[in-house]
């Protein structure tokens, strides 16, 4: 991993961050919206859903959902601000059901063997977004997400792992066994959460844009800034 695609990818986090802060009333019940989800499965034990039961599972199912609804508005923001068009309702099974697709198949190359699960993991990472904001594509969207890819694999792999390393961190709740604590735990760690997901998200949104006006035989480093540091 080189340097300049660590900067490069410091300047998208950074700019997104900026766009976040300077437009808080875009974005601000998309974030009071996640952290809201995130804190929901505190009622659990007052309803009488416990962990085991299948009513936990739907729950669980519906408030990912509800997450993935407030992930896609923020895509069409972006979306329209590259003057791009679409609304929720098209844009939502779409863009769910190529991120199943993508998932399935990194899933599937595990299985398989380690190597073939993060080839997938990253170099089909931009089909989902490919599939909702190109709106010429011709629907191979994972073939054209390779393609994508390799004009910068090296930033795409700092985005995706970052984007894992942020799903994952829910896990640290996982050991905390008191009702009280975990109820802390749980909102305390969803502040960071929403805000970093929306973040990550634009991050993401940015480096697609970015991508696709790359000359597949260079890597346009220009927008880093001089003496940037991390």
Known sequence: MNMENLYLFWDFFKTANNELLGNKNTYLKAFLALIFITNFELVYPFLGISNESTSYIVFSIVSAFFVFIVISQVVLIEKKKQGGNGNLVHFVPTY?????????????????????GFYAFIFFSMAPLIAVLDDEADGNYFAQSRLLV????????????????????????????????KG??????????AYLTLLMTLTTVKIYYYLTKLNSSSINLSSIKQGYQL
């Open 96 to 116: 769910l059901l190529y991120n199943l697709y993508y998932s399935l198949l990194f899933l599937f190359g595990l299985i398989l063997l380690i190597v073939p």
């Open 150 to 181: 390799k004009k910068n694999i090296k930033l795409v792999a700092v985005v995706v792992f970052s984007n894992l390393i942020l799903e994952c961190s829910a896990l640290l709740l996982s050991p905390i066994q008191d009702p009280l604590l």
């Open 184 to 193: 802390v735990a749980t909102f305390l760690y969803s502040l960071p959460d």
